[in-house]
C-alpha cells in the first residue's frame, strides 16, 4: 500500500469518469510511479500530496487520450501543444513527470555531483595546463623555448 492515496473521487472534480474506469487507471498509475520512484510506497513518505497532483494529472491525460482533445502550454515565445487524439498507451508518465517523482525520493542528506579541479596553480611562470603543473617530468606548455619568458601555448579559456 502506497502513502499516496487518490481515488476515484479525486478525479471526479475534474472528469466524468466511471468508477471502476477509474479505479483501475488509479492502480494502474500507482503501479508505474512505484517502478520509477519506489519511495512513493514507503509508509513515511514524505510528499505524498504533491506525487497525488503528479498521478491525477497523468491519469487525466490519459483520459482524455483518444477523445480528439487538443491543450496548449504557453510560457513566453515557447509552446507546448498537446494532442490527445490519439491514445498513448506507452507512456503514462511525461518524462518531467518521471522527474517530479524521482526527486521527491531523493535524500537530502546525501551527496550530489561534484568536481575536483585536476589543473593546480602551475609551478613558477609555467601554465597550469602545463605537464609539470599536472605533476608530470617534462614541459608542455614551451616556457622552455621562450627562455622562461611566458608559455608560448595557452589555451581559450
Not at 499516496?4 to 466511471?18: E, K, M, Q, R, S
Not at 482533445?69 to 498537446?82: C, E, F, L, N, S
Request: hydrophobic share 40%.
Amino acid at each position: 500500500m502506497t502513502a499516496v492515496t487518490l481515488g476515484p473521487n479525486d478525479l471526479a472534480p475534474f472528469a466524468t469518469i466511471d468508477s471502476a474506469k477509474a479505479t483501475e487507471m488509479i492502480a494502474d498509475a500507482l503501479g508505474m510511479a512505484e517502478l520509477v520512484a519506489p519511495c512513493i510506497s514507503k509508509p513515511d513518505f514524505k510528499y505524498p500530496a504533491a506525487a497525488k497532483a503528479v498521478l491525477r494529472g497523468a491519469i487525466l491525460r490519459w483520459n482524455d487520450a483518444g477523445s480528439g482533445a487538443i491543450t496548449t502550454k504557453q510560457a513566453g515565445p515557447y509552446q507546448q501543444v498537446v494532442d490527445a487524439s490519439v491514445r498513448r498507451n506507452n507512456h503514462l508518465f511525461w518524462p518531467s513527470e518521471i522527474e517530479q517523482l524521482q526527486s521527491m525520493c531523493r535524500d537530502e542528506n546525501a551527496g550530489g555531483a561534484f568536481a575536483i579541479d585536476t589543473a593546480p596553480s602551475g609551478r613558477g611562470s609555467h601554465s597550469i595546463w602545463c605537464s609539470l603543473g599536472l605533476g608530470g617530468d617534462t614541459c608542455s606548455c614551451g616556457i622552455g623555448v621562450t627562455a622562461g619568458q611566458f608559455p608560448i601555448w595557452e589555451p581559450d579559456v
